[in-house]
C-alpha cells in the first residue's frame, strides 16, 4: 500500500495498522521521502499523539522517530509529560533521542517499579532513556595511527580476492599470514594498515572458541581499548538485546551505540564465539573520490581488488580501460589509483549514475570520462586493454529475463571493444547465464573464473578475452 493510501487511514478504525506499516516503510530513505511528500499536514501527528488507545500512541512515536524530522520534536516533548501508560514511553523516548530533543529528556525522571507487574517495563524504560541520552555523547576524534604494542590485526579481504590484498600489503611492507578470507599481520602501526584499498576491514583478534556466555565473553575481553564502546553480535538467534545487557554490566567502559571509538565483534557459533576488537578511531582516508553511492553500487574494497585482479591479467603498461556499466565509476577509479592508465572511460544509461560518476570524478581528481547512453548504442572510438564491469544482477538492476537479452547483445559487442591481448572482467550474480552465452560465442574465450560473495549473494567474476581461433570482424573501417 502507497504512503498516500496510508496515511489516509490516520483518522480511522485502521489506524493502528496504517501507522504499523508506515513504520516499515520508514525504514529506508525512499519510503521516509515518500511519507513526507503525502504529508499535506502535520496536525494529524498531533491529534495521535491525544489518542485515547496506547497502541495508536506507541506507533505514532515510533514512526514519528523513523522520520526525524525536528519538527515532531514539540509534539513528542508533550507526550513525555502526559504520557502514562508505560509499554508506549520507549518508544516515545528513543523517538525523542533520535530527534535531539535533549531538554525534554533531561527534565523526565524514570518512575519506580510499584510491582512486579511493571519491573519489566520500568527495565525497558530504563534501557530507552540511556540510549535516548547516548546520542548526545561524543567521542574525542583520537585518529588513532599506531597501538600501544604491536599486535596480531587480521586485515579482511573481499571474498575471493585475499591473494589481491596479501600482493597489496607486501607493498605496503607488512609480511603476512594468509588465514581463509584475510592476512595476519603483526603491527603496531594500524594508520598504515588502513593504506590497503583492497581490505574491508581489520580487525583485532582477542580470543577463539569462546562459551556463547556473558561472564566467559568479558574475561576474555577484560578491558576495552576504548572509552566508549558498542557490541555487535553475528550470527545469536536468542535474546540479543538480553544478552547485550548482561554483557555490558560486566566491562569497562561505556557500551554506547551512538557514539563510540571501537566496537566488539563477537561471531557466535550456537555455544562457542569468537572475539575482536574492531577500531573506529582510525584515520582512513581512502576512497576520498566517493562523495556518494548507488542502491546498486560496489564496495570500494571489492571494487579495488577486482581492478587488481583485472590489471594482473594484461600486458599492456598504460592500459585504456573502459566500463560499459559503470554506475558511480568505483572500477575506474580503482584501476586509476592502480595503474598508470591511458584513459579510463564508463558508459552507463543512467543518468543519474553518469552525474554522480561526474562528482565522484571531480571529488577524487580524478581524469576519468563518463558518458550517459545505452551500451548496445555506443560505439567507442577506440579499443580497451582492460574492459572491467559490475553487470546488473537482474536483482537489484533489471531481472534474469532481461538479462538474457542484454547478455547476449553486450557479449556481440564486446570483441568490439577489446584491444588484441585485451581482457574483459565481467561481475554478476547472473553466473550461470553469462558462462553459457561466453561458451556459445565463438569470438570470446572463457579464460578463467572466481566465485565471490557480496550481499548475502554469490556473484562470479569471468576473464573474458577474444577467441583466437576466429579472429573478430564487425564490419566496420572506422569507428564513432
Not at 56 to 75: F, H, P, Q, T
Not at 240 to 253: A, S, T, V
Not at 266 to 287: G, M
Request: with cysteine; hydrophobic share 40%.
Amino acid at each position: 500500500m502507497t504512503a498516500a493510501a496510508l496515511l489516509s487511514q490516520l483518522n480511522g478504525d485502521a489506524a493502528i495498522e496504517a501507522l504499523s506499516a508506515l513504520c516499515v516503510l520508514a525504514r529506508t530513505k525512499q519510503g521516509r521521502a515518500e511519507i513526507e511528500a503525502n504529508l499535506s499536514d502535520r496536525s494529524v501527528f498531533a491529534a495521535l499523539a491525544e489518542s485515547p488507545r496506547p497502541k495508536v500512541r506507541k506507533n505514532l512515536y515510533r514512526l514519528l522517530g523513523a522520520l526525524e524530522n525536528e519538527r515532531d520534536a514539540a509534539i513528542l516533548a508533550r507526550a513525555l509529560e502526559t504520557e502514562t501508560t508505560l509499554f508506549a514511553v520507549p518508544s516515545l523516548l528513543l523517538a525523542l533521542g533520535k530527534l535531539g530533543a535533549r531538554d525534554a529528556l533531561e527534565r523526565y525522571t524514570v518512575p519506580a517499579s510499584e510491582s512486579e507487574a511493571t519491573d519489566k517495563h520500568i527495565a525497558e524504560i530504563e534501557i530507552a532513556y540511556e540510549k535516548a541520552m547516548q546520542r548526545f555523547e561524543t567521542v574525542p576524534d583520537r585518529s588513532l595511527e599506531t597501538l600501544d604494542a604491536p599486535r596480531d590485526v587480521l586485515c579482511v579481504a573481499p571474498h575471493g580476492f585475499v591473494k589481491e590484498l596479501s600482493d597489496e600489503l607486501t607493498s605496503l611492507g607488512f609480511t603476512g599470514e594468509i588465514k581463509g578470507d584475510a592476512v595476519q599481520v603483526f603491527t603496531a602501526e594500524i594508520g598504515r594498515v588502513y593504506r590497503a584499498n583492497c581490505m574491508s576491514e581489520a580487525l583485532l583478534p582477542i580470543a577463539f572458541d569462546v562459551p556463547m556466555e556473558p561472564k566467559a565473553i568479558a574475561a576474555a575481553a577484560k578491558t576495552c581499548i576504548g572509552s566508549h564502546y558498542r557490541i555487535e553480535i553475528r550470527g545469536f538467534l536468542k535474546d540479543r538485546g538480553g544478552f547485550i545487557e548482561k554483557l555490558k554490566k560486566l566491562l569497562d567502559g561505556r557500551n554506547n551505540p551512538s557514539a563510540y571509538d571501537c566496537e566488539l565483534r563477537i561471531d557466535s557459533r550456537n555455544d562457542r564465539c569468537d572475539l575482536y576488537w574492531k577500531l573506529w578511531n582510525v584515520r582512513d582516508e581512502r576512497y576520498r573520490w566517493r562523495t556518494g553511492a548507488l542502491p546498486a553500487s560496489m564496495q570500494p574494497a571489492l571494487g579495488y581488488a577486482l581492478a587488481r585482479y583485472g590489471l594482473s591479467l594484461i600486458r599492456a603498461k598504460r592500459p585504456a580501460v573502459f566500463d560499459p556499466f559503470c554506475g558511480s565509476g568505483t572500477l575506474l577509479f580503482a584501476a586509476e589509483e592502480q595503474a598508470d592508465c591511458r584513459s579510463l572511460l564508463g558508459v552507463d544509461r543512467s543518468g543519474t549514475a553518469v552525474e554522480l560518476a561526474r562528482t565522484n570524478a571531480k571529488a577524487g581528481n580524478s581524469k576519468a570520462r563518463f558518458v550517459c547512453r545505452d551500451i548496445l548504442r555506443f560505439e567507442a572510438r577506440t579499443g580497451a586493454d582492460l574492459v572491467l564491469s559490475n553487470l546488473p544482477f537482474g536483482s537489484r538492476v533489471g531481472t534474469h529475463h532481461e538479462n538474457e537479452t542484454l547478455y547476449a547483445r553486450f557479449l556481440k559487442r564486446l570483441p568490439h571493444y577489446l584491444n588484441d591481448g585485451g581482457v574483459a572482467l565481467l561481475y554478476t550474480a547472473d553466473a550461470k547465464l553469462l558462462e553459457r552465452l561466453v561458451e556459445r560465442d565463438a569470438h570470446l574465450r572463457l579464460r578463467e573464473k572466481r566465485r565471490t560473495a557480496a550481499g548475502g549473494l554469490s556473484p562470479w567474476v569471468f576473464a573474458v578475452d577474444k577467441s583466437e581461433q576466429r579472429p573478430y570482424n564487425d564490419g566496420n573501417k572506422e569507428r564513432e
